[in-house]
Structures are given as structure tokens and as C-alpha cells.
């Protein structure tokens, strides 16, 4: 994914703290307070447990692992890796995520990666592995993690994704990301893409001099964006464009058609708009018009003697959702954006 001479450029302290802001793990806004940071690691062995660490506070007393109300049970279910004890154990420490796996396991993981990796797979090639790997062990029971935010999320082949960065950004275009708040640009992504990987990434800062005076109306204030991506890297594949708040409101929104009623109401602007991108879209509206039928079909009577019907109607719908992104490009990318992101 990495040209040998890739360059980052653009990037202030401030405008790369702001940009991985926005990928943090956040707390939904309809779930209740906001949660603890951080995550708990268990390390057991023979119905020990070694090592108890907690990813902002360091390590912790491994007899803290245990808990008093549940007695024995609640030891071996830690010792064992269960989920269930591992949201306890992330509760009693205040942690949003915690992690089981026992001695030895990282050592196996890097062992069967060193076994099967060869020399002239690229970075593609080499994290799929390494995550195909975990699968494996997680499977086996090495490891184990709460919450299961991934579970039977499939993991893709490197032509997958290779397939998918064709239909996205072809060879000697770049994709852009620009946010926008308070009348001015917040942050802004740009990404160029030369034979099979990407040779820049460049963040706002190598941008906003081009941009001049903004209007205050992003809606508008985005085409000098564009305009200054397309001198300075070259043609643009894909470009996403939207306020700060709505792109972060829609990062954690699960609902069907949501991101296809912000891209129709242009709280969120793609231009150009790549035929996979479209393809989506069309079937998050689908998505959302099988909510709606069945929402409808339950409430009005009469329809609901049409039968036959309108089973055909859900069952079209239905295969159309169905064979959403994740059956086209392997992985459906907005559901594992959703798991990454909330809390």
C-alpha cells in the first residue's frame, strides 16, 4: 500500500493530533454517559493468571483479577479467557475493552507469521496475514476479547483489496478527505496513488495556502479544496466533503440510509463519486426502504392480506441488502468503521 519513497507532507503537530482525533473510539450519544478510556490485558497460564495490565494506568495487581462475589467460577472463566469474564474484569477497572490470551500466545502468533510469510509479499499481503493469523488463534482459544465488535466479519483477500482501491482511486489519482468547521477547513486528507500503493500523504497544511479566502460556506469552500488537491497531486478518484460534527455523527451511525440521506441532503458532498461508492449508497437506500416496508406491512392490515406479495417485494429487497458491500468487496467497510469507533 506504501511506495519505498513515500512522502508525508502538510502535517503540523496540530493538523496530525486533529486527524487522529477523528478516529477515536467514542462514546455514542444515545448509550449513556461516557465511558472509561483505555483496556485491561490478561496474560494466564495453567489456571494462573501472570500478568494484568491496563493500557493508561500500567500494570495491576493479578490478584485483582479475581472477583470476591463470583468466587472460583469467575477465576476459571478468567483463566479460560471467557467474554463474559472479561467484561467484568473491564468494568472493575474502569476499561472499555479488555483482552485474554495465555503465555505463549504473541510468541506462536509471530511464529506461524515468520512460517508463512515470503519475501515478495507486499504490505497488503503481510497484515492480511498477521490479522488472518489472529482469527486463528482467537478461534483456537490462544485469545479472546470483549466486546466481540468483529466477530464473523470476513477477513479479505489481498485481491479484495486491491479490487476495491482500483474502483476507488485508479492508478495516478487521489482520493481527499476535507473537513470543515466554523466556516474554515478543520482537516483535510489527501492520498495519491502510483502504480499499486500510494507515494503522498498530505494533510491540510500543504493545502490551505492555495485555498485563499474561504466563504464561510462549506458547501461552496469545497471546490477550492478539490481545486487545490487536483493542481498540486494530480486528478481526483474520490472526494468526500462534510461539516466536522455530521462526518462524526455518521462514523457511529448504524441506522439504514443514513449516510445515502446526508450525501442526498448534501450534508455530505462526494465528488467525484466512484461506481462502487454509488453501488453502496444504493444499497444503504435499500437497506432503508426494507426497514420502511416492513415497518408499514406490520401496521396496515390490508397489505398485510396481499401476502404472497408482499413476501416477494421483502425477499427482492432483502437479496438486494444482502449482497451489500460486504458480498461485493469482502468486508462491509462502514460496519467495521462503526466497530472500530464506538464505545
Same mark, same amino acid.
Given at each position: ?159 479484495? #483489496? /486491491?479490487?476495491?482501491?482500483? !474502483?476507488?482511486? &485508479?492508478? =495516478?489519482?487521489?482520493? @481527499? *478527505? %476535507?473537513?470543515?468547521? $466554523? ?81 442526498? #441532503? /448534501?450534508?455530505?458532498?462526494? !465528488?467525484?463519486? &466512484?461506481? =462502487?461508492?454509488?453501488? @453502496? *449508497? %444504493?444499497?444503504?437506500? $435499500? ?57
Amino acid at each position: 500500500m506504501l511506495t519505498p519513497n513515500v512522502r508525508f507532507e502538510g502535517w503540523t503537530t496540530e493538523a496530525w493530533l486533529r486527524f487522529l482525533r477523528l478516529w477515536q473510539p467514542r462514546a455514542i450519544a444515545d448509550r449513556g454517559p461516557k465511558p472509561a478510556q483505555g483496556g485491561v490485558i490478561v496474560v494466564h497460564d495453567d489456571g494462573e493468571v501472570l500478568k494484568l495490565l491496563h493500557t493508561r494506568q500500567g500494570r495491576l495487581d493479578p490478584a485483582s483479577a479475581a472477583n470476591p462475589d463470583q468466587g472460583e467460577a469467575h477465576a476459571l472463566a478468567l483463566r479460560n479467557g471467557r467474554p463474559s469474564a472479561l467484561a467484568q474484569l473491564a468494568r472493575v477497572h474502569g476499561a472499555s475493552w479488555a483482552l485474554g490470551m495465555r503465555l505463549g500466545a504473541l510468541d506462536e502468533v509471530m511464529e506461524r507469521f515468520g512460517a508463512r510469510a515470503r519475501r515478495g509479499d507486499d504490505l497488503t499481503t503481510q497484515s492480511l496475514m498477521l490479522v488472518g493469523i489472529a482469527r486463528e488463534m482467537f478461534d483456537e482459544g490462544a485469545i479472546t476479547a470483549w466486546p466481540q465488535r468483529f466477530r464473523g466479519v470476513p477477513i479479505p483477500t489481498p485481491q479484495v #483489496v /486491491r479490487r476495491t482501491l482500483d !474502483a476507488i482511486c &485508479p492508478d =495516478g489519482r487521489a482520493i @481527499a *478527505l %476535507g473537513l470543515f468547521d $466554523a466556516g474554515d477547513l478543520w482537516t483535510a486528507f489527501v492520498a495519491r496513488r502510483r502504480g499499486a500503493a500510494f507515494d503522498v500523504f498530505a494533510g491540510p497544511d500543504e493545502l490551505r495556502p492555495a485555498l485563499g479566502l474561504l466563504s464561510g460556506d462549506w458547501r461552496r469552500d469545497y471546490r477550492h479544496l478539490a481545486g487545490a488537491v487536483e493542481d498540486r497531486y494530480g486528478p481526483l478518484g474520490f472526494g468526500c466533503y462534510a461539516e466536522l460534527e455530521t462526518f462524526r455523527a455518521l462514523q457511529t451511525d448504524g441506522r439504514p440510509g443514513a449516510w445515502s440521506r446526508a450525501v442526498a #441532503v /448534501r450534508d455530505v458532498v462526494i !465528488a467525484p463519486m &466512484p461506481t =462502487g461508492v454509488g453501488m @453502496a *449508497l %444504493g444499497f444503504d437506500s $435499500a437497506r432503508f426502504a426494507l426497514k420502511g416496508l416492513i415497518s408499514l406491512t406490520g401496521r396496515i392490515v390490508p397489505v398485510g392480506l396481499l401476502g404472497p406479495m408482499v413476501d416477494a417485494a421483502r425477499s427482492r429487497i432483502a437479496k438486494l441488502t444482502g449482497k451489500d458491500v460486504g458480498a461485493l468487496l469482502g468486508f462491509d467497510p462502514l460496519a467495521v468503521l462503526r466497530g472500530l469507533l464506538e464505545r
